[in-house]
């Protein structure tokens, strides 16, 4: 199902409040290519709230394989990580900057660093 992405999933509200309380302002599901869970106007960034095990994140203990059916989500996984890519360069050839925050990462030092990647963190003291 990876192909239908859920709303409001509780990684991509941590994400969403973390990212609020900091002082960036986003959009959410704007129109741009691949409907990216956050979009930053002002940065000209996007953020992807990303399932480890849907899309594939690297080196990731979440990011399993099932035993049954080895095929079928060989297929899958591969299918997902062309279209993120596909997606990602899409993005990209229009200007904008393409960040995934992986669902194992939401600490709020993980965050803070994303934040701060972003280009603006009240917390972290780099707001004008
Ligand atoms: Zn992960």
């Known amino acids: 199902m990876s192909g239908i992405r859920g709303k409001n999933t509780e990684p991509e509200l941590i994400v969403r409040s973390f990212l609020h309380r900091a002082g960036l302002r986003f ?16 940065y000209r960034t996007v953020v992807f709230v990303h399932g480890c095990f849907w899309h594939r994140h690297e080196g ?3 990011a399993t394989v099932p035993a049954n059916n080895a095929a079928f989500w060989k297929e899958k996984f591969a299918n997902n990580i062309g279209r993120d890519a596909k997606v990602k360069g899409q993005l990209e050839k229009v200007g904008w900057r393409v960040l995934i925050a992986w ?7 993980e965050l ?4 701060a990647t972003i280009g603006c963190s009240r917390t972290l003291r ?3």
């Open 27 to 42: 959009r959410l599901h704007a129109k741009v290519p691949g409907k990216p869970d956050l979009v930053l106007p002002k």
């Open 60 to 62: 990731c203990r979440y």
């Open 103 to 109: 669902s194992c990462q939401l600490s709020k030092r």
């Open 112 to 115: 803070a660093g994303l934040a």
């Open 126 to 128: 780099l707001c004008r």
